[in-house]
């Protein structure tokens, strides 16, 4: 029997959920999917600009594992983008860090 998965920690809901290409290809329009995790590990690596095993520490993840959802992210990108696909940010299999939920969220939302 296989391992459970551990939760991925993702810092931040993603700020949009796709992005579209400007013109429609011939074939038509298609789908990409990102997951979150991947988003997450393409913002701490090629934008926050972290080494992987700093990054995986903060994705809760053993930094194998970052490598892996690392390179799927930007193979899913490079397809949207080579092939003029839509990405759709969405899914995956993740929670947001302990710290990041303050006791007055959990009472009321006031903050």
Same mark, same amino acid.
């Not at 979150?36 to 095993?53: K, P, T, V």
């Not at 809760?60 to 092939?83: D, H, K, M, P, Y």
């Given at each position: ?6 939760r991925? *920690? ?7 959920t796709?992005f ?13 999917? !990102? ?5 997450e590990? !393409? ?6 600009g972290?080494d992987?095993e700093?990054?995986?520490?903060k ?7 970052f ?26 299999? *993740?929670? !947001? ?15």
């Amino acid at each position: 029997m296989p391992r459970p998965r551990k939760r991925r *920690f993702v810092q931040h809901p993603p700020v949009v959920t796709g992005f579209l290409p400007n013109s429609v290809p011939p074939w038509g329009r298609c789908e990409v999917l !990102l997951t979150l995790e991947g988003l997450e590990a !393409l913002r701490l690596s090629d934008f926050e600009g972290l080494d992987q095993e700093t990054a995986a520490a903060k994705m809760n993840v053993s930094r194998q594992t970052f490598g892996r959802i690392l390179a799927e992210a930007r193979r899913t990108v490079a397809e949207a983008l080579v092939l003029g696909k839509t990405l759709h940010i969405d899914g995956g299999d *993740f929670q !947001l860090p302990p710290h990041s939920l303050g006791r007055h969220r959990r009472r009321g939302g006031n903050g």
